[in-house]
Every structure is written in structure tokens, then in C-alpha cells.
């Protein structure tokens, strides 16, 4: 079979199946499975597929409609720059989320904490924050922490993977409590969806650990307690907190906030989609 007709069966199994990025999800297969980019799958010459690709290419399309999220049943999948380890005991990680990335290395490259600031990935699931952050500004000093300890050891191992373990102190626990250093930056993609509210998400997320989505009540208990802690964790009382959320939590979580300190600003960052996705807090500056 060539790489074209094999292309064309993954997609139409997929769509059969109802599955909305049939075509993005068939390339990806198959870029997995003959371990090539997507550039290589369209342009390389390939020789015909092998009986032994095809049978990998079945058993993880059979996997795929039982209704598991591709990027477990795959068990790697790409965030910003890199390749992680994904399994069900962390989040996917979410083009969304690279917001938080790419704000995260534009302050610590600005020098506005110095050459070596102190930054805290909360909640770091899979580690796709803290990773991204230091290949990009290797001088910062990393924390990740989470209270999950199984998706710690999921980014412990994408730590190991990329030659970081060393570099970035993984510590478990409630959100800043776990920190002995007082940080300058703060990034964090905590749950946010109101309990409630769960059971209604689409059936792919229900597959994801409850711990990474469910918010509390009114999904806002995470920003409660971090707008409180902002209080006493921060370095010389001064420092950024990038937070995601919902865009009509953002009223509420600036409230939290101008309650705890005296001097604060906002910034609003919009996502792809036009959203307002991620709150820049600015504290004592
Ligand atoms: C939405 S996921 C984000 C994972 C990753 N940062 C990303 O963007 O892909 C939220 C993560 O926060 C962790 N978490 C939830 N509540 C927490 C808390 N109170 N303290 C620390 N981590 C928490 C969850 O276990 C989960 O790994």
C-alpha cells in the first residue's frame, strides 16, 4: 500500500467513527508510527508501508475508537517545541496554554528580575510549561510543582527526557505552599471548570484526571487560594503572575487580587481564538 491510499483508509476509519480532525489525526498516526514529521510524510519518497506499519497503524486506530484522546493512546504528543510523555494521569496539554509559554519567556528575557529570575510552574501536569520555559531561557531558576504525585512522576520522566531533572526542582504539593524560594514570576494552568460542569465536557475530556479540570464550585478555588498566597510568596513583595483561565472568570480573579495588595495592575492576553485567555498580574512594581 502506499503512503497515500494508507493516508486516506486512517482518515476514513476516523470520520466514520465521528471524529472531527479525522484528516490531522491520520497524519499524525502515521508521522508516529514511521517516526517522521509531517514535511517527510508528504514530500519524502517513501517506499510502501510495511505489513508491520499497517498492523501498528490498526491496533492504534481500534484503540483510538473506543473514544480515548489520541495523544494517550499515542503516549507522546507535541507542546510549543517539544515532544512529552503523555499519559491519563496528566492533561493534555492545550495550544492554548502556550500563551502562558510565550509570555513567560518574554518577561524573563526583558531583565526586569534580573539574569537569573525565580519562576514557579504551578501545576505543571505533564512539566509542558517548565520544559518549554528553560530550553528558551536556560538562565532562570525552575520550580514545578503539583499535588497530583502521579503527574509529577509523568513530568519527572519529560524532565529526564529532555536532560532537564536536574535543572528544575519538582516538588509536590498545594499550589506555592511546597516553595522555599520566594518567586519573581508565577505560571500557572489550574483547573478552572466549575464541578458542576464536568460531566457535561465533551466525552474526550472526561478521559483526563478530574484533579486537572475541576475547579471547586464555581471553579475559582485554585485563584482563591493563590490570590492569598500571593500575599507573602513573592520576592521583595514584587512579581508577575500569568495565570489562565475562563474569560469570564478574569473579573473575578482581578477582584481577588486588588483585595490582597495595595499596588497591582492587569493585562488581559487574548488566545487564537480572540479570547481573553491569560490574566498578566502585576504586583508591587
Ligand atoms: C489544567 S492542568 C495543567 C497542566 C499543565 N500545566 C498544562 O498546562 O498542560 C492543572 C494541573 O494542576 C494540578 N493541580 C490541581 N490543583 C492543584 C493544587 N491545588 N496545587 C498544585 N497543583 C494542582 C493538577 O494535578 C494538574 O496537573
Not at 471524529?19 to 497524519?27: F, T
Not at 497503524?57 to 512529552?84: C, F, M, N, Q
Not at 536532560?163 to 514570576?185: A, Q
Request: glycine content about 6%.
Amino acid at each position: 500500500m502506499s503512503i497515500r491510499d494508507s493516508l486516506s483508509f486512517a482518515q476514513k476509519v476516523l470520520s466514520s467513527a465521528n471524529i472531527s480532525e479525522a484528516v490531522i489525526e491520520a497524519e499524525l498516526i502515521w508521522m508516529h508510527v514511521l517516526n517522521v514529521s509531517r514535511h517527510d510524510l508528504y514530500l519524502n519518497n517513501f517506499p510502501n508501508v510495511t505489513d508491520l506499519n499497517v498492523k501498528r497503524v490498526h491496533e492504534i486506530l481500534s484503540e483510538r475508537l473506543t473514544g480515548k484522546p489520541l495523544a494517550y493512546v499515542l503516549g507522546l504528543w507535541k507542546a510549543y517545541d517539544v515532544d512529552l510523555i503523555i499519559s491519563p494521569d496528566v492533561l493534555i496539554p492545550r495550544p492554548e496554554s502556550e500563551i502562558l509559554i510565550e509570555r513567560g519567556i518574554e518577561i524573563c528575557r526583558s531583565g526586569v528580575f534580573g539574569k537569573s529570575p525565580v519562576v514557579v510552574d504551578v501545576g505543571t501536569g505533564s512539566g509542558s510549561i517548565a520544559i518549554n520555559l528553560i530550553r528558551n531561557v536556560p538562565n532562570i531558576q525552575l520550580f514545578a510543582t503539583d499535588n497530583s504525585k502521579r503527574a509529577l512522576e509523568i513530568a519527572q520522566q519529560n524532565f529526564k527526557r529532555f536532560g532537564l531533572y536536574e535543572r528544575i526542582t519538582s516538588l509536590h504539593g498545594d499550589l506555592l505552599e511546597p516553595i522555599f524560594v520566594l518567586p519573581d514570576l508565577v505560571i500557572a494552568n489550574l483547573p478552572y471548570i466549575p464541578s458542576r460542569n464536568i460531566d457535561w465536557l465533551q466525552e474526550e475530556v472526561r478521559w483526563e484526571p478530574r484533579e486537572a479540570l475541576d475547579g471547586g464550585n464555581d471553579g475559582l478555588a485554585c485563584f482563591r487560594k493563590i490570590a492569598v498566597e500571593s500575599k507573602s510568596k513573592l520576592n521583595n513583595c514584587r512579581g508577575v503572575f500569568l495565570l489562565e483561565m475562563d474569560p469570564p472568570q478574569i473579573e473575578d480573579v482581578v477582584s481577588m487580587f486588588r483585595t490582597e495588595h495595595p499596588k497591582v495592575e492587569f493585562d488581559v492576553i487574548r488566545d487564537l481564538r480572540g479570547l481573553e485567555r491569560v490574566l498578566e498580574i502585576t504586583i508591587g512594581m
